[in-house]
């Protein structure tokens, strides 16, 4: 043990006097303080850091705790704001609630668009549903013209509801010559009145009628007239209730609706409806003599000739003949249309 102790750790002794006991003995000590030393382990390396663990812990609590707290605030100060729109909501309504129960259609539109204009549209048009009519219907023509997009659309998908009887009667017409177009299921017996001017001229080409329900039956001509663009075709019943054929007294000016299919295959984009104004008479003419027409102002697209327009109160204006690019729409008026199928 001296040897090994002298050859390691003391071996610069050897080239100088010899050491005493007492020297020997001092390193000896030195030596065996240092072998049973321990080294700082892991919980010491722990304990230093304690402090800056505690500290990081903390701050991680506050922050969530605040965090928490604040998203706690804002719900409750958003479900204050929502239940004071509703009070105020309620309290506009209670205001037109007399109106609304009116048997006067246009007490009742004045309502609903008063509503509308107080920056509430949404609850114009759920009234607009509950109480549906003539008023109701002018109403929701109006919104859908001059309120926010969002809002605008659901006025249109109330329209929808609302005139779901009169879409139920729309059909697509086409031939293999290639013309599309729409038509207007007159009654039950599978009558269907439509612009002459979609078939080819010798009426050679095999017709087919897309019905709401989806399915493409033929159809045959029974009458046309040249003169007023019409043609009446003949194709199956239909379950579907009388047309109500009440003139219209709409006024140069209101708001007119057009309902109609994008005629192409597989009824791309479904039913529509497209919103406008009734702008002006004039005189049309597409074939031997001039006629009465109506021009309105409408989103016009292909494929539109021989859909129905109607006034807001859903009753019947005409179908459209034809358009310009600048989207004005002139309509065979109701009244030839109904003259026209009641020669048969």
Same mark, same amino acid.
């Given at each position: 043990?001296?040897?090994?102790?002298?050859?390691?750790?003391?071996?610069?002794?050897?080239?100088?006097?010899?050491?005493?006991?007492?020297?020997?003995?001092?390193? @000896?000590?030195? #030596?065996?303080?240092?072998?049973?030393?321990?080294?700082?382990?892991?919980?010491?390396?722990?304990?230093? #850091?304690?402090?800056? @663990?505690?500290?990081?812990?903390?701050?991680?609590?506050?922050?969530?705790?605040?965090?928490?707290?604040?998203?706690?605030?804002?719900?409750?100060?958003?479900?204050?704001?929502?239940?004071? #729109?509703?009070?105020?909501?309620?309290?506009?309504?209670?205001?037109?609630?007399?109106?609304?129960?009116?048997?006067?259609?246009?007490?009742?539109?004045?309502?609903?668009?008063?509503?509308?204009?107080?920056?509430? /549209?949404?609850?114009? @048009?759920?009234?607009?549903?509950?109480?549906?009519?003539?008023?109701?219907?002018?109403?929701?023509?109006?919104?859908?013209?001059?309120?926010?997009?969002?809002?605008?659309?659901?006025?249109?998908?109330?329209?929808?509801? @609302?005139?779901?009887?009169?879409?139920?009667?729309?059909?697509?017409?086409?031939?293999?010559?290639?013309?599309?177009?729409?038509?207007?299921?007159?009654?039950?017996?599978?009558?269907?009145?439509?612009?002459?001017?979609?078939?080819?001229?010798?009426?050679?080409?095999?017709?087919?009628?897309?019905?709401?329900?989806?399915?493409?039956?033929?159809?045959?001509?029974?009458?046309?007239?040249?003169?007023?663009?019409?043609?009446?075709?003949?194709?199956?019943?239909?379950?579907?209730?009388?047309?109500?054929?009440? $003139?219209?007294?709409?006024?140069?000016?209101?708001? *007119?609706?057009?309902?109609?299919?994008?005629?192409?295959?597989?009824?791309?984009?479904?039913?529509?409806?497209?919103?406008?104004?009734?702008?002006?008479?004039? /005189?049309?003419?597409?074939?031997?003599?001039?006629?009465?027409?109506?021009?309105?102002?409408?989103?016009?697209?292909?494929?539109?000739?021989?859909? $129905?327009?109607?006034?807001?109160?859903?009753?019947?204006?005409?179908?459209?003949?034809?358009?310009?690019?600048?989207?004005?729409?002139?309509?065979?008026?109701?009244?030839? *249309?109904?003259?026209?199928?009641?020669?048969?």
């Amino acid at each position: 043990m001296a040897a090994w102790l002298l050859s390691s750790g003391f071996a610069h002794a050897s080239t100088s006097q010899p050491p005493t006991l007492e020297s020997l003995q001092t390193q @000896i000590d030195a #030596i065996k303080a240092k072998l049973l030393k321990p080294d700082k382990d892991g919980w010491d390396k722990l304990t230093a #850091i304690s402090g800056l @663990i505690s500290g990081i812990a903390v701050a991680g609590i506050g922050f969530y705790a605040t965090n928490v707290y604040n998203r706690r605030q804002t719900a409750a100060e958003s479900a204050r704001k929502d239940r004071e #729109i509703q009070f105020a909501e309620i309290q506009t309504v209670e205001k037109f609630i007399d109106h609304l129960a009116s048997t006067d259609e246009q007490r009742r539109k004045a309502a609903l668009i008063a509503i509308s204009a107080l920056g509430n /549209s949404k609850v114009a @048009i759920d009234l607009a549903e509950a109480f549906k009519g003539p008023g109701s219907t002018s109403a929701l023509t109006t919104i859908a013209a001059t309120a926010p997009p969002e809002q605008a659309q659901r006025a249109v998908l109330a329209l929808q509801d @609302i005139l779901s009887d009169l879409s139920a009667r729309v059909v697509a017409i086409e031939h293999s010559g290639g013309g599309r177009g729409n038509g207007l299921l007159l009654n039950a017996d599978g009558l269907v009145v439509t612009a002459r001017h979609l078939l080819e001229p010798d009426g050679s080409t095999p017709i087919y009628v897309r019905l709401p329900s989806g399915s493409s039956v033929s159809a045959q001509v029974v009458k046309e007239d040249n003169v007023r663009d019409l043609v009446l075709l003949q194709t199956q019943k239909q379950a579907v209730p009388p047309l109500d054929r009440t $003139p219209s007294d709409a006024a140069f000016g209101e708001r *007119v609706v057009v309902v109609w299919i994008d005629p192409g295959p597989r009824l791309k984009g479904g039913r529509k409806l497209e919103v406008g104004r009734l702008l002006e008479a004039t /005189s049309l003419q597409t074939g031997e003599a001039p006629f009465r027409g109506v021009v309105v102002q409408v989103n016009a697209a292909p494929g539109m000739s021989g859909a $129905p327009a109607v006034d807001s109160a859903g009753r019947l204006l005409g179908l459209v003949q034809a358009s310009d690019q600048n989207g004005q729409t002139k309509l065979i008026p109701a009244s030839d *249309v109904f003259a026209f199928a009641a020669e048969t």
